[in-house]
């Protein structure tokens, strides 16, 4: 046997604990939570990069599962089998969402939700709620 025959295997290096991403997440929100506690003002002056982020994040979905399927699509390669799967997840799509729909009209049904509200609409004051609409408005 040769020594070219034995090769070391080669270990992948270790990052450091600080450039893992979910333990940049976590120390992110960590601090996060500092600021908002012991620095409130602070904390609504970053609100709109809070903001800024959360959008950005919002803007990525669709594309990222539009790529996600079209690659699962254009990988499966048998257009015939492409034809069978979608089927598939049209048929499990309509009976989950026909379950979904049962069990909420079966709850709604057996725990009435709303019963006890003898309520007549035309009492009701609109403006009565005009400070709950400003607040739900301010809050975003």
Not at 4 to 33: S, T
Not at 83 to 107: D, M, N, P, Q
Not at 119 to 125: C, E, L
Request: proline share 6%; aromatic share 8%; glycine share 10%.
């Amino acid at each position: 046997m040769t020594t070219d025959a034995i090769k070391p295997v080669a270990h992948p290096r270790h990052q450091p604990w600080y450039k893992i991403l979910y333990i940049q997440v976590l120390i992110a929100i960590f601090a996060g939570v500092l600021i908002g506690h012991f620095y409130p003002g602070l904390g609504k002056q970053l609100k709109p990069l809070g903001d800024g982020f959360i959008a950005l994040i919002k803007m990525m979905i669709a594309p990222v599962i539009f790529c996600t399927v079209v690659h699962g699509i254009s990988s499966m390669g048998d257009l015939k089998r492409v034809g069978r799967v979608g089927l598939k997840a049209l048929i499990y799509f309509e009976a989950v969402s026909t379950v979904a729909l049962a069990v909420g009209l079966l709850i709604g049904e057996l725990l009435q939700p709303g019963r006890g509200f003898n309520i007549d609409p035309s009492t009701i004051d609109p403006k009565a709620v005009s400070t709950y609409v400003t607040q739900a408005k301010e809050q975003g």
